[in-house]
C-alpha cells in the first residue's frame, strides 16, 4: 500500500489502534455520518476520570468485538467475520490505523431533560380500566399509539417524534363526543419562563445548564451558553373550546380530539456537516433495525422487555436512531433519558408506561447518532445501553464514552477530494472511481474496502467482487468521455435512481430507462426510446458531436436524443434526467416528458411559452412501454382540472382543484404527500412532494386508471394507496347533462332535483346521454335564485370563469347579475373558503357522494326556490318563517292528541303482538310438525347487562333490522343481540319471520339463534357472536383480503352451499332466504361460514317450490332477474345469489357498483365476458395469485345484462340450468 495512502490532512500517522490519547475537543464527535468508527464498549471497571488506557482487550463491547464496520444490511454474525478481519488488518498495520482514541468519564457529561409536556386531566377522566390497555409502537409510520378506556370512553394516544426536526406531534381522541378535556402546560423543573402566545400556544425559552458552544480555532472569545425556546400549538375538533389559564397554560374542553405540535431549537449550529436528507430519516432507521435483526418475527415490544447489554445489537440500532423517542415519548415526568423504566418495568402497573395521568417528555435533550442542535447530541449512545441493567432499573447518572478518529473512516479520494463515506455504511460513491480515458484508476487502498463495500453487505467480498461493484457503477453524469453500456448503469448522487439498459417482462427488446436504485422490485419510472427499442443490447448512451447526448444502436444509428447541445448530461436524485451547458443551466429535462410515472416534484400540466404540455401516458403493454391508449393530464380550458381520455375520448376527470383535494376525492389530509395547484401566465400545472420518507409513485396504467403506489419496506411491495376512477359513476359524462350519478342508486343515474329527463323513453331503457332539463325554465328578470347541492363532484369546468379574491357572496351576485350564468361555489374551501367559480353552461359529470364533494348552488327559477334567497328577500323569509311556525304549532297539536289516545291503547295493542307471535307459531304447526317451537325468552335486564346498557362501545353494526350488539351473558357466554329500531326498514312481520324459520334450524353453516327479548316496545333476537365479522370486511378490503388465500376462500364456498342445500332441500320446511349477500356471511373463530339475516326469508310446505311477492325485497345486484322485475322467487332466487356471491368471493369486486373501463357491464357480465374470451383468470383477486387453483376458480357463474327485462329467467320449473346454459359449481 502506497504511505500517501495513509496520509491525513498533509500528516501520516502510523498509530497502533490501541494507542490513545486525550485532546478535549480537538477531534470529530461520533456522528453517525461523520465517523461512524465507534468502538462500542465502557470499561468493565472503575477508571478514574481522564484515565487513559492503552488496551483495546479492556473493553467490553457488544458481542465480544472492538468495531462497528458500517456494513448496512449483513447479519450480526456476518458482521463479526468482517470486524474479525477488519481488527486483523489493523493490527499488521496493512491499513492505516486509527490516530485517534480515548475513553474518559466525567460527571459535566449527566444528560438531563429541560421539560415536559404536562397533562392534567379533570374529575370526569375516570381512572382507566387495565385491562384495556394496551401500547403498540409502528416502525413503519414512527409512531407510538396508547389506547386505554375510561368509563364508557375509549381514548387513543398517538405520538410520533422526528429526530433532524426535533419535532414530537401527540393526538389524544376519544371515542363519545365531546369527551375530552384537559390542561396542558410546559413544565420545567429548571423553572424555565413560559407563556400563552395567542389563544392555542405556549412558548418557552431558557438555557442548557452547563452547556456551552465552544468557540472556533480562530477566535479567542470565550464559551457561550446554549439557548433554547420551545413552542407548543394544540389544535382541536370543531367541538370543544381552549382558554387560557394562569397566563401559561391552556384548557381543552368538550372536544373530541386535540392534537399538540412540539417544535424546538437552540443557539447550537449543526455545521457544515450537519446537512441531512430529512426524507430519508425514518426509512434509514428502519432498514438498520430490520436488516440488522436476527429474528424479525420478535415483536419490538418483547425486545425491549427482554432486552440484555450484550444479546441483541439490532435493539441497539433501534435506540440510537428514532426508536427512543417512541419508546420513552409516554415515560414519566423528569426522569432522565438514560432510565428505561419509561419502557418497561415488571415491578409497576402497568409495566408499560402510558396511563392517561402520565406526562410527555419534552424531547429537547436526548442524543442521537444523527446530528441535532445541542451539543450533548453529538455524544455516543453506546455508553448509556451499556451502563443500564436489566429491564431498565437503573439510571446511568455518569457517562463513560469512547472516541475515535481513524483514516478507515475518513479517507478522501486522493484526486477528488471527495469523501469515501457516506451515511449508514455507504462506502463506494462516485468519488471512488476516476476514468480518465479509456483507463479506469482504482485506489491502491482496495484492500481497506474489501469488508465495507455496499455491493458486499450481505456477504463477504473478495477483490474481485470490489472490483466489479466499483466498475459496473458509473457516477451520476454523462461526458465525451463517459458513456452507459451494457450493463453499466449511472445512479444518482443519494443512490435514489439508477439509469441503464433493460428489457420489461417478457419482451426481448432493450430500452433505456430510470428505475428506482434501492427498491428489489425493479421499477421504471422513465424510459427513453419508448417507441423505438433496440433489437439487442448493443446500445450506448453518450454525447456526440457537436455535444448531443443520444442513444446510438451497434450501426451507428441515434435511436433517441433530446435534440440539444450540452456538454454534461445527469442524473438527479429526484429521478430527473438533465442536460446542462457549461455554465451549469439545464437545457433540456426527462421532467418535461413523462411516461406513464409521476414523481414527486414533476409538473403535470402545460407551459404556454414553450408549448410543452406535460402529460402520463400508458404503456401498451407490461412488455412494451410505447404509448398506449390512454393519456392523463391537465386541461387549461376554464378552471384546471385533470382528464384521463382513451384516444380522443374523455373518460374520467378528477373535477377542479378546490385546496384541499380534486372534488373527486374524499377531502383529508394524509401523512404521505401535498398537492399544489400553479397557475400563472406562463405555466399551469399540478405537482406534489411528500411529507415523510415513504417512496410513492403516480402511473397511469394500461387500463387507464391512475394508481397512487405506496412502497412498503417491511413487505417488499408497492401497494395501492389510491387510485381513480373506482366505480360506474366515475365514467364521464355517464349520466349526460344536468344528470347525478350516485354508486347507491339503482339505476346509478338519475336527475339534479328540480330537473326531468329530457327522453324519458331513453332515459328509462338505461340511455342517459342525453341528460335531463330543467322542469321550470329560467327567468333571469324575473327573481331567479340559487338552490344548494350538498357533498356533490363539481360540473366540468372547461365553460367556467374563476377569481381567486371573491367572497361567496360576491360570487352569488356576480353570478346573478349573469342570465348565462348556471352555478357557483367557492373556488377554495380550505381555511373556510374563498374565490369564486361560476359555470355557463349546462352541468356536465356530476355524481353525489354521501360523505365527500363539496357544495354547489345552482340557479332555480323563482317558483322552484322553496324560499327566496337573496339580497332583497329579507320579507318573503320572515313571512315564510312565520307561515313555518303557525303550521308547527297546529301539528304539534294534532299531532298530542293523537299520542294520547295513541296510548291508551298501547297495552292492548301489546298484547295483541304478543297472541300474534303465538298464533303465527301455531300457523305453521300441521299433525305432523305438531311440537312446540320453543324458543328462550330473556329478560330486558340480562340483556341491557350483557351488552353495558347497549353501550356505543359494544355496538357492532347497523342494518336494515336495526342496531347489533356485542355482549356477554353471565356464564361467559358472548352473544350478538339484534335490537328492532323504531325507524327500522322492517317491522313486526320480519321480527316474526325471523324467530319462526330459523328457531329449529340446526346446522353449522347457519348462524345460531339461542332466543328473543319482548318486552313493552323492546323487540330483540339473540344470536352466538361470530368474531370474525361477516365475508365482505375480508373479501372487499384490500389488506384484509390477504387473509383469505384460497383453500379459505373454497372452504368459505363449500361451506355456505351446504348452508343453502339444507335450507332447500334437508330442513324441516323448505326456506328460500331471500337475501343471500356477503354482509349476511359471518365467520366463526376458524372461519366457517354461516347464513344469517332471515328477516326476509319465506317457507314452504311440501313439494311448493316457487311464490310470487308484490313486495320485493332483498340487495339490489344479488337479486335474479325475474325476482326483481315480477316478483317471482324460488329456491334457484337464492342460488342466483350465490353465484353472484360466488363470483365476488374470486375476484374480490362487489357486483353493485363494479367498474371497468372497457365497458360498462356489471361484475357477472364482466365474468362472463371474459370466460367467453378464455380469460378467466383475469377475474381472479391479484391476493390468490400465489394459492389459487385455476381449475377451480375458473367456473362459471351467473350472467345478466343490464337489462334485466331481456334476461330469461332463472327460476322456471323445467329448466334445470341458468340464463347462461351453465350449471352452478359447489
Known sequence: ???????????????????????????????????????????????????????????TPLEKTGFWDGVKAAKWSERKEAIAELTKLASTKRIAPCDFTEIYRTLKKVYQLLGDIKLEFDDSHAPYIEETYSRVLDLDTATTKVKYSAGEVEFVKEHFASNPDQVIVTKISGSKLGSLSFMVSLDSKLHHHSSVNGKNQIIMEGSCPGKTISPKLNENDNPKGIQFSAILDLQISDVGTINVLDGNKLKNEGSDWAVMLLLSKSSKNVGENGCLDRKKHLSSATDLFLENSEDKMVSTAERVKSFQTDEDPSLVELLSQYGRYLLISCSRPGTQVANLQGIWNKDIEPAWDGAQHLNINLQMNYWPSLPCNLHECQEPLFDYILSLSVNGSKTAKQMVGLHIRCQIYRQKHLLTE??????????????????????????????????????????????????????????????????????????????????????????????????????????????????????????????????????????????????????VAQLMESGNLVVKDANNNILWQSFDYPCDTLLPGMKHGKNFVTGIDRMLSSWKSSDDPARGKYTYRCDPQGYPQIITSCGSVEVFRTGPWNGLGFSYLNLKLNSIYTYELVYTKEEVYFHYQLVSSVVSRLTLNQNGVAQRWIWVDRTQEWVIYRSAPTDACDTYKLCGPNGNCNIGNSPVCDCLSKFVPQNQTEWISGDWSNGCVRRTMLDCHNGDGFLKYS?????????????????????????????????????????????????FDELIDMRQYSDKGQDIYIRMASSELVQRVGFNGKKIEIVAVSLALLIGLLLLGVSLTCYLRKKKRKNSQLNREG????????????????????????????????????????????????????????????????????????????????????????????????????QGEEKMLIYEYMPNKSLDYFIFDQTQSGLLDWPKRFHIINGIARGLLYLHQDSRLRIIHRDLKASNILLDVDMNPKISDFGMARSFRGNETEANTNKVVGTYGYMSPEYAVDGLFSIKSDVFSFGVLVLEIVSGKKNKGFYHPDHHLNLLGHAWRLYKENRSFELIDEALWDSCYLTEAKQPGFFTERNVLEVAGSSRKEATTSANEMTIIC
Open 1 to 59: 500500500m502506497p504511505d500517501n495512502f495513509a496520509n491525513f490532512n498533509g500528516k501520516q500517522n502510523i498509530v497502533q489502534i490501541g494507542n490513545m490519547c486525550y485532546e478535549d475537543n480537538s477531534f470529530e464527535r461520533g456522528i453517525a455520518f461523520e465517523t461512524s468508527g465507534f468502538i462500542y464498549g465502557s470499561a468493565p471497571q472503575e477508571i478514574d476520570e481522564y484515565e487513559l488506557v492503552d488496551r483495546v482487550d479492556i473493553l
Open 418 to 567: 471527495v469523501r469515501l463515506f457516506r451515511l449508514y455504511g455507504k462506502w463506494v460513491e462516485h468519488g471512488f472511481v476516476l476514468i480518465y480515458g479509456n483507463i479506469i484508476l482504482i485506489l491502491a487502498g482496495l484492500l481497506l474496502l474489501q469488508c465495507c463495500c455496499e455491493a458486499a453487505a450481505t456477504r463477504r467480498c473478495s477483490i474481485s467482487s470490489v472490483f466489479f461493484a466499483c466498475t459496473s457503477t458509473l457516477v451520476d453524469i454523462i461526458t465525451k468521455t463517459q458513456s452507459v453500456t451494457g450493463n453499466n448503469t449511472i445512479v444518482s448522487s443519494g443512490g435514489s435512481f439508477e439509469m441503464g439498459f433493460f428489457s420489461p417482462g417478457n419482451s426481448r427488446n432493450t430500452y433505456l430507462g430510470i428505475w428506482y436504485k434501492k427498491i428489489s422490485v425493479q421499477t421504471v419510472v422513465w424510459v427513453a426510446n419508448r417507441e423505438i427499442p433496440l433489437v439487442n443490447s448493443s446500445g450506448v448512451l453518450t454525447i456526440i458531436d457537436p455535444g448531443i447526448l443520444a442513444l446510438v444502436d451497434g450501426t451507428g444509428s441515434v435511436i433517441w436524443s433530446p435534440n440539444v447541445t450540452g456538454p
Open 791 to 839: 357533498h356533490y363532484k363539481m360540473p366540468d369546468t372547461r365553460y367556467s370563469w374563476f377569481d381567486k379574491s371573491m367572497t361567496l357572496r360576491e360570487c352569488e351576485m356576480r353570478c346573478l347579475k349573469n342570465c348565462s350564468c348556471m352555478a357557483y361555489t367557492s373556488l377554495d374551501i380550505s381555511g373556510g373558503g374563498s374565490g369564486c367559480l361560476l359555470w
Open 915 to 1014: 297472541n300474534l307471535m303465538q298464533n303465527s307459531k301455531q300457523g305453521y304447526t300441521d299433525k305432523s310438525q305438531n311440537d312446540d317451537l320453543e324458543l328462550p325468552l330473556f329478560d330486558l335486564t340480562v340483556i341491557a347487562n350483557s351488552t353495558n346498557n347497549f353501550s356505543i362501545n359494544n355496538k357492532l353494526g347497523e342494518g336494515g333490522f336495526g342496531p347489533v350488539y356485542k355482549g356477554m351473558l353471565e356464564g361467559g357466554q358472548e352473544i350478538a343481540v339484534k335490537r328492532l329500531s323504531k325507524n327500522s326498514s322492517q317491522g313486526l312481520d320480519e321480527f316474526k319471520n325471523e324467530v319462526i324459520c330459523i328457531a329449529k334450524l340446526q346446522h353449522r353453516n347457519l348462524v345460531k339463534l339461542l332466543g328473543c327479548c319482548i
